[in-house]
């Protein structure tokens, strides 16, 4: 960039404070005050020296324009929800206009992702991309639009479908009080209490773990999970990529060969199986020989005579 650079149109290109300072929505004050730190230190004027003036002013104005104010909204748990707050609103916006077309490729990746695996692909892509983000001034620009491609995409997979309600033209009359004791009486008659899904329980607070990159505590999580459904390929395979984050190869190739054997069309424990050694041509029999006819457990576990 040229010395005059840093216009005000120019700053205001970057309203996503996630994406300025390259951490993920679902990031704790650990986390943020991490990367902060890293950004921090790399753009400090005893690291650029030899560096030309250009450089040096992108260093100075980045850092006092760009990733401080990003940082002092992201380090108050209030401030953070409505930075989220406004990033869905800009996703709900774009939806609505059918404008919500990423060019990044990474973005595009992760919006046709299978429902099992986003959260691992959105922490993985964006952990890779904001490696660079602070390099250039020119790698800047460009990453942190993809960091904010990233961060739409991905709350626009966790927002689920986008429902755009009518106006209405009219008041409907609310039932009044006999009517709703009435009604609440034939409901609680007619439909018998769900039955409480525990291992499905432990599953979903491993999931909220995954989001803030604690993969230790969802770690614990899926195996209490795995204890109640053993059977459970979905299971195997999310404790396979906490088990694969924490670059535990290993453990991640018991489980993910564990989800395959369970459901060999699992699709994210397909994909991830070349990653810790897994070779699915072992893990798929030919076509009509007697292991590919065999069914369930008793199949999977049949010996051979």
């Known amino acids: 960039m040229a010395q005059t650079a840093f216009p005000e149109d120019w700053i205001k290109k970057f309203t996503d404070p996630y994406a300025v300072l390259g951490v993920s929505v679902a990031a704790d004050d650990r986390r943020i005050l991490k990367r902060y730190r890293h950004v921090a230190k790399q753009l400090h004027p005893d690291g650029q020296v030899g560096s030309d003036e250009a450089v040096r002013l992108f260093t100075e104005q980045v850092f006092t324009r760009l990733v401080n104010p990003a940082y002092q909204q992201l380090k108050q748990e209030k401030t953070r929800s409505e930075a989220v707050a ?55 620009q460009h990453t942190t639009n993809v960091l904010n491609e990233l961060n739409l995409v991905y709350l626009r997979r966790k927002m689920g479908d986008l429902v755009i309600r009518e106006k209405r033209t009219g008041l409907v009359a609310a039932p009044d009080a006999k009517q709703q004791v009435s009604i609440a009486k034939v409901e609680t008659a007619e439909s018998p209490p769900t039955p409480v899904n525990y291992a499905d329980r432990h599953a979903q607070r491993a999931q909220e773990y995954m989001k803030k990159a604690n993969y230790a505590l969802a770690v614990q999580e899926l195996r209490d999970a795995i204890k109640i459904e053993p059977n459970s390929s979905d299971y195997h395979c999310l404790i396979g990529q906490a088990y694969l984050m924490q670059k535990m190869t290993g453990m991640a190739k018991v489980h993910f060969r564990q989800a395959l054997r369970l459901n060999s069309r699992n699709a994210t424990a397909r994909k991830y199986a070349p990653q810790v050694g897994l070779d699915l041509r072992e893990l798929d029999p030919p076509a009509g020989s007697k292991s590919s006819q065999n069914k369930g457990l008793f199949g999977i576990f049949a010996r051979k005579r």
């Open 86 to 140: 406004t990033l869905r609103f800009r996703v709900r916006r774009l939806h609505k206009r059918d404008q919500f077309n990423p060019s990044s490729a990474e973005a595009q990746q992760l919006l046709a992702a299978n429902d099992p695996e986003v959260e691992v692909m959105y922490e993985q892509s964006l952990t890779q991309v904001a490696t660079t983000q602070y390099d250039s001034p020119e790698q800047f």
